[in-house]
């Protein structure tokens, strides 16, 4: 490529490209039109909309969502997760710095602990933060009074919230899995971000291999690029796409080794299934919430995995995409 660019690392690659309007943000329409409802709708009450809750996977666009909700309201946004709050007094310092109808948005909010989550309660419903000072019988409480502010919590497992917290969030989005054509506008538009050309071949094969999520997609046109500017090439050509990608070994389904190495262990340690996760996990030697959050929902939403009462299963499917057809037989599962 002519113009070198400045190396990216995934962080700064997603603030680079994070869509800052409605427009940009490409796909979920049925969410984006509801939100826009809850906004409109809160604006013309003035007051400040219901808490959200945002769940899918890890990089279909949540935190990105939260980002545009504060700036249609045209609030401030604050940003923290469940792991960062140790302490009541790290929510309180957050919650007290908060202007009236900001935006609280709390990734990972399955990861919460449990004393933050009590304290959490009043402040979502009463807008106040009861808190303890001091110990044994000294120990007095105080109370805040909050500004009405909207929590956005994200989550990728939902599951993991408990009913209490869940049942504060006014509503609650899923986030699924894009289609070709939005992922490929997704590419065109980071292509036309990054300075970076690419023939319309080529952006379909990026996004055939993206998982059909935007974050993989993006990751997967610097990494193209990088093969095309090696090469001195101009232009990304579909030829040029799909060397780069069989380089980096995604497959045709998107699968990375680390995927197939799951797969892998499924089927021949534990000749397809049905295996508990610990189990699985040990084998493949993944933790077993990567699995979880990572691997699985991709694998089954491909119809390579399935989730059984007894345990995970691998399918035909995944037999015959890794070459090992031969094995099916003996799976006794076909
Ligand atoms: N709907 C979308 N349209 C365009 N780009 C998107 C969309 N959703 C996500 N992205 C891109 O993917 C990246 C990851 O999105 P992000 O909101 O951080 O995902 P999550 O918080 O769910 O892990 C963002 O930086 C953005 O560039
Ligand atoms: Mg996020």
Redesign the pocket.
């Known amino acids: 490529m002519s113009t070198p660019l400045p190396k990216l690392d995934e962080q700064t690659?997603?603030?680079a490209?994070?869509?800052s309007s409605w427009a940009?943000?490409?796909?979920?329409d049925k969410i984006k039109e509801n939100i826009q409802v809850i906004i409109t709708a809160a604006k013309q009450r003035s007051q400040s909309p219901d808490h959200l809750l945002f769940y899918?996977?890890?990089?279909?666009?949540?935190?990105?969502?939260a980002y545009l909700v504060a700036n249609e309201m045209g609030k401030k946004i604050k940003s923290t997760s469940g792991p960062a709050l140790e302490r009541a007094g790290d929510l309180a310092a957050i919650l007290t710095n908060l202007s009236e109808g900001d935006v609280l948005f709390l990734?990972e909010i399955h990861r919460i602990n449990k004393t933050i989550e009590e304290y959490l309660y009043p402040a979502l419903e009463e807008y106040k933060l009861n808190l303890i000072l001091g110990k044994g019988p000294m120990a007095r409480t105080m109370e805040l009074k909050l500004p009405k502010f909207t929590l956005i919590g994200?989550t990728t497992r939902p599951g993991l919230l408990s009913a209490p917290l869940r049942n504060r969030f006014g509503a609650t989005f899923q986030?699924n899995f894009?289609n070709l054509e939005d992922i490929k506008k997704?590419i065109e538009?980071?292509g036309r971000l990054l300075n970076i050309k690419m023939e319309p071949e080529a952006v379909k094969a990026i996004a055939e291999r993206s998982r059909f999520t935007?974050?993989v997609a993006?990751r997967l046109v610097k990494r193209v690029r990088d093969f095309a500017q090696v090469q001195n090439a101009e232009i990304i050509t579909e030829k040029i796409a799909k060397h780069a990608l069989d380089s980096l070994e995604v497959d045709l389904m998107g699968l990375e080794p680390s995927d197939r190495n799951i797969l892998l262990a499924l089927i021949e340690k534990f000749n397809g299934g049905p295996v508990g996760l610990q189990s699985l996990a040990a084998a493949a030697m993944e933790e077993e919430e990567t699995i979880l959050d990572i691997y699985e929902p991709y694998l089954m939403q491909c119809g390579l995995l399935e989730r059984t009462p007894k345990g995970r299963v691998a399918t035909a499917l995944a037999y015959n995409h890794l070459g090992l057809g031969h094995l099916r037989k003996q799976s006794g599962l076909f």
């Open positions: 690659l997603d603030s490209l994070r869509p940009d943000y490409v796909g979920q899918g996977n890890s990089g279909l666009g949540k935190t990105t969502l990734d994200a986030l894009y997704i538009r980071s935007p974050r993006n």
